[in-house]
């Protein structure tokens, strides 16, 4: 068999069954002797098997890959949550899968937690999120795990992975779908002040039950994306997908001012689609413009009958959503601004709910049959324009790029991207970094890893206080 075809039939989903510590990390070229922080990533990597699991489900590892001046280390723990310490004293899997108790599991064992999807730093507190469950707290550096952080008991319920910090005031708003329980149509919403005390939490009814995995914030407002990747108790209880793809239920989007209540939302509709990631949103004259990684169809789940959702529509594209708020129109407009498969879009967040200029996504390289592998990284600007694009040897993957300004008064777009890249020909990964407007010149630096991390989901750059 030729290398090449080893290589495609090869990927980088499959957990690593350890926990390591590096101090002194192989460096390719030179890091930058200002970029001095954390990056943290977070990811599936499930302790055990568990029959039937989909790769959302799996136990959530952290990832630290510490830079100072010019040196790199890395960490990677469990996140210990009550489900993993549960399994790891059984020694072998409980749960199947969004939050579903195997048949022989304890009848007293309620939380299938695992904490990842997401890892951020707000009000001095370092948080592992995902969207079923309230952020868990870790310990900077050590990456140990202290606990599930509920905001002096003011926030309860689920919690998303995708909560947004405003860049002016520093606090972080927030939202949970399945708030009523699981696979109900009930969202939370609310928000944190730049102290870390929760300011709003309120409860309100979404048009059906969806899986909302991300949602938009602006300068003064706030959209929740209802799309139909719906949740069924009824399914699931008879052994049918949970989730999955029910198009004629048609894409809503609710907006509501954020200083006003759930009750004033008011729900602009189009044409069904799905999006698990938003790149920014911004107000401009009387709309709200967001541009956003669309999916035609559904990738990763079924239709209600099992039926998988057709490969060639289940590409995610950046797409530009406008909403008219003068009232003429209950309907969003969607225009697709580039037809390059991608995901994991990233702004410098300094310009969260403005106007963007500058914006990366993760892309997948265009002569190579393997949607899922990305490939490659896209500079846009504020209009979807390619500005540069990065692309990998066949076979390399590479993860969410994160963006680091060069310092805190730098000009939008100013400083670096820090990208997880798999080397499928080693099966080890490197810490990836660029100059964030030139990525077409590659690395200027690689962070160089004896294993590899497996494709995981988010992450971000803590800087040295």
């Avoid at 929760?198 to 991300?214: G, I, K, L, N």
């Avoid at 729900?267 to 698990?276: H, I, L, M, P, S």
């Avoid at 990305?374 to 990065?390: E, F, M, T």
């Amino acid at each position: 068999m030729q290398p090449d075809a080893i290589i495609e039939r090869r990927n980088n989903l499959g957990p690593i069954p350890f926990e390591a510590d590096a101090p002194f990390l192989r460096i390719v070229g030179e890091l930058p002797r200002d970029l001095n922080g954390t990056l943290y990533r977070n990811g599936p990597n499930p302790q055990f098997d568990a029959p039937g699991a989909h790769w959302f489900v799996g136990d959530g590892m952290l990832h630290a890959f510490h830079l100072e001046n010019g040196r790199a280390s890395y960490r990677n723990r469990w996140v210990r949550t009550p489900k993993w310490l549960a399994e790891h004293d059984a020694g072998r899997a409980l749960f199947g899968g969004f939050g579903r108790k195997l048949p022989d599991a304890p009848q007293n064992l309620t939380d299938g937690g695992v904490a990842n999807t997401n890892i951020i730093f707000h009000a001095g507190k370092l948080l592992a999120l995902e969207e079923a469950h309230l952020p868990t707290e870790i310990e900077p550096g050590t990456l140990a795990t202290r606990g599930y952080h509920n905001y002096q008991g003011r926030v309860a319920g689920s919690f998303t992975a995708h909560p947004k910090t405003d860049p002016a005031t520093g606090e972080l708003v927030f939202f949970g779908y399945n708030a009523a329980g699981p696979l109900t149509p009930s969202l939370s919403w609310g928000s944190i002040d730049v102290t870390g005390k929760a300011t709003r939490f309120e409860r309100f009814e979404a048009p059906y039950a969806s899986m909302v995995h991300d949602f938009i914030v602006t300068e003064n407002h706030v959209l929740f994306p209802i799309l139909p990747i719906t949740g069924s108790m009824e399914r699931a209880m008879s052994g049918r997908p949970p989730y999955a793809w029910e198009p004629d239920k048609g894409a809503y989007v609710g907006v509501m001012k954020r200083n006003g209540a759930a009750k004033d939302i008011v729900w602009f509709r189009a044409e069904a689609c799905y999006v698990f990631h938003v790149m920014n949103a911004w107000e401009d004259d009387g709309r709200i413009v967001a541009d956003v990684m669309q999916f035609e169809e559904a990738p990763l789940f079924p239709h209600p009958d099992g039926r998988p959702t057709d490969p060639d529509k289940s590409r995610a594209r950046h797409c530009r959503w406008t909403f008219d708020l003068s009232g003429n129109t209950d309907r969003f407009q969607q225009t697709y601004l580039d037809d390059l498969t991608g995901e994991f879009p990233r702004i410098d967040d300094r310009r969260a709910g403005l106007k963007n200029h500058h914006g990366w996504y993760a892309c997948a390289n265009p002569k190579l049959p393997m949607f899922g592998a990305l490939s490659g990284i896209v500079h846009a600007d504020g209009n979807g324009r390619r500005l540069g694009q990065y692309l990998l040897p066949a076979g390399d993957t590479i993860s969410e790029p994160v963006f680091v300004e060069r310092a805190r008064d730098a000009a939008e777009g100013d400083g670096w991207l820090l990208a997880v890249v798999w080397r499928a020909r080693e099966n080890r990964s490197d810490l990836a970094v660029f100059n964030a407007t030139d990525v077409e010149a590659g690395p200027v630096a690689l962070v160089q890893l004896g294993h590899r991390v497996p494709d995981g989901f988010h992450g971000n750059w803590v800087g040295a206080a």
